[in-house]
């Protein structure tokens, strides 16, 4: 039962354009989102996130949109670059039942110059 | 901070034999977890510590798995014995519980190969 999902295993964008990364959740109690950025042999690195009482956040390129009614949330990367190809995580949580993440199982996305 | 740092970076062993993984979270933390990375079930929460207390060990698989926590600054995951569907990348995480904000800090994950 995934609770956090990412629909779309990879996305290919061209440089300068907008990379749109969707996730969707089926838990109503998570209050706290998250998108992480993960290299190859490196561990995920947090990237930007979202609390449930807003339904936007910027920073720099990125922004997070959170649509609650819908249960879904996106990142948007405008303008994409060749280093921002990785994988892409979602993940949520529950802040009152522990601050744990539930991750989604990611996006890959592929920046092409 | 040197962030959380993990060891080792790879591990091979054969099957049955008794694998330790090695966690030093970022000084001031008091939340620490353990996540698995594989191909079919993605980043899964194996244990999750809160002032080195165990609070949810529902994602640990079986009782070949156990983690400890004796201190602030130090975790490991065992599995006994190991079997090769164990193979996979392990990452311990941690972060500052405060409000509500849950960011965690990854490191740089154990690569176990079980033969």
Known sequence: DQQVKQNSPSLSVQEGRISILNCDYTNSMFDYFLWYKKYPAEGPTFLISISSIKDKNEDGRFTVFLNKSAKHLSLHIVPSQPGDSAVYFCAASDSNAGNMLTFGGGTRLMVKP | ?115
């Not at chain 2, 030093?24 to 993605?42: A, D, E, V």
């Not at chain 2, 060990?57 to 079997?83: C, H, V, W």
């Open chain 2, 1 to 115: 901070d040197a962030g959380v740092i993990q060891s080792p970076r790879h591990e091979v062993t054969e099957m049955g034999q008794e694998v330790t993984l090695r966690c030093k979270p970022i000084s001031g933390h008091n939340s620490l977890f353990w996540y698995r990375q594989t191909m079919m079930r993605g980043l899964e929460l194996l244990i999750y510590f809160n002032n080195n207390v165990p609070i949810d060990d529902s994602g640990m698989p079986e009782d070949r798995f156990s983690a400890k926590m004796p201190n602030a600054s130090f975790s490991t995951l065992k599995i006994q014995p190991s079997e090769p569907r164990d193979s996979a990348v392990y990452f311990c995480a941690s972060s500052l519980r405060q409000g509500k904000n849950t960011e965690a800090f990854f490191g740089q994950g154990t690569r176990l190969t079980v033969v």
